[in-house]
């Protein structure tokens, strides 16, 4: 019922800047949270940024300064922008949304496939 697509991946070189994307399709009334997720190659999944409804948000250490996690439309579209890019960024990218209230009720968390982020010189 509810569906996460992300887009905005590819390859950069070290120090470049990509802007993703992650769309949320469904009968969806509501929100709560907004978040992106990266999984590298022999590595656990992990958390990268976060927004909540009323906009608050939290980064890992690892991307503070860097990146800078947004959203609109009540939070139906999240965007997540990186720059200076190291290749230690590179990962497969999830977006998560979490607290999805739907019109006919509350919905589990819901998670997009991934887009791949490679950054090589």
């Known amino acids: 019922q509810v569906r996460l697509v992300e887009s905005g991946g590819g390859l950069v070189q070290p120090g470049g800047s990509l802007r993703l994307s992650c769309a949320a399709s469904?009968?969806?009334?509501?929100?709560?949270?907004r978040g992106w997720y990266r999984q590298a190659p022999g590595k656990e999944r992990e958390l990268v940024a976060i927004?909540?409804?009323?906009?608050?948000?939290n980064y890992a250490d690892s991307v503070k300064g860097r990146f800078t996690i947004s959203g609109e439309n009540a939070g139906k579209t999240a965007y997540l922008q990186m720059s200076s890019l190291k290749p230690e960024d590179t990962a497969v990218y999830y977006c998560?949304?979490?607290?999805?209230?739907?019109?006919?009720?509350?919905?589990?968390?819901?998670w997009g496939p991934g887009t791949q982020v490679t950054v090589s010189s």
């Open positions: 998560n949304a979490d607290g999805v209230t739907l019109w006919s009720g509350p919905y589990p968390p819901v």
């Open positions: 927004i909540t409804r009323r906009g608050s948000t």
């Open positions: 469904g009968n969806i009334f509501s929100i709560n949270a």
